[in-house]
């Protein structure tokens, strides 16, 4: 699935790269989130802007239902919604959105009905420009303190779910401009130095850092004739730890 500057959403052979079914069209917006749901009976192109999420079936191009914004977003023209998820197994599939205020929001993904009960086992995880990391019951509960140590801005976050190589607990990864930080799920609390690994972190090719002659393989690509076709890319290069 891509969205392009043709205010339309296009579906894609992912082997053959061809398009496939339908050119859907949606207003002019910023796409931050694009995501496919097989629900029973139906499948839906989920898409969020910073304002709202879409359901549009796949097999009409039609929208599905109202569109879907926190509660306490209802008085913002345009902004108000965060990081979108797909939650989804064989019985059930939900929405999950950040919203203002820190808050997390949960919805049926074909009823787009607004979920407000709890959920046994489920942990939400932010990050913001301050450095600062909450957990969240589903609940939309602030679990614990504040989880204080970057000192700058959260990027990204991640979980780790129970393995050996994280001593059978999950672990939290945050990352910043100043680095990488690991932290116990249950405890809120720091998993040692700043920068470390719990282990094999999935994703990063033996728990390790790479070496310098690893990224300068990259470089020499990019710098030689190889790459010389190469225009406007990003190119990770971090064991897979971004997909």
């Keep these: 699935m891509t969205a392009g500057g043709d205010d339309l959403f296009r579906v894609w052979d992912a082997s053959s790269g061809t398009p496939a079914g339908h050119a859907i069209p949606y207003s002019r917006c910023v796409v931050s989130f694009l995501g496919v749901l097989d629900a029973p009976g139906i499948r839906l192109l989920v898409a969020a802007d910073g304002t709202a999420i879409r359901r549009i ?3 009409t191009g039609d929208e599905v239902g109202a569109r879907l914004r926190p509660h306490q ?3 913002i023209p345009s902004g108000g919604l965060g990081p979108v998820a797909i939650l989804a197994d064989d019985n059930s599939a939900v929405l999950v959105a950040g919203g203002p205020f820190g808050s997390v929001h949960r919805w049926d993904a074909v009823s787009g009905e607004q979920l407000g009960q709890d959920w046994q086992g ?8 301050r450095g600062r990391l909450r957990r969240w019951d589903p609940a939309g509960r602030m679990v614990g303190e504040d989880m204080s140590g970057h000192t700058s801005g959260v990027s990204q976050v991640f979980a780790v779910p129970p393995g050996p190589e994280s001593g059978g607990r999950t672990v939290l990864l945050s990352e910043g401009s100043d680095g990488l930080r690991v932290w116990d799920a249950a405890t809120g609390a720091e998993v040692g130095p700043p920068g470390a690994h719990p282990g094999a972190v ?3 090719k033996g ?13 020499a690509y990019l710098a030689g004739d190889g790459g010389r076709y190469v225009t406007g890319a990003t190119i990770n290069v971090d064991g897979g730890f971004t997909v």
């Design 207 to 219: 728990g390790a850092h790479g070496t310098p002659a690893e990224i300068a393989d990259a470089v």
């Design 122 to 129: 489920w942990l939400f995880l932010t990050g913001d420009d």
């Design 202 to 204: 999935p994703g990063v």
């Design 73 to 75: 977003a209802a008085w």
């Design 57 to 59: 079936t796949l097999e």
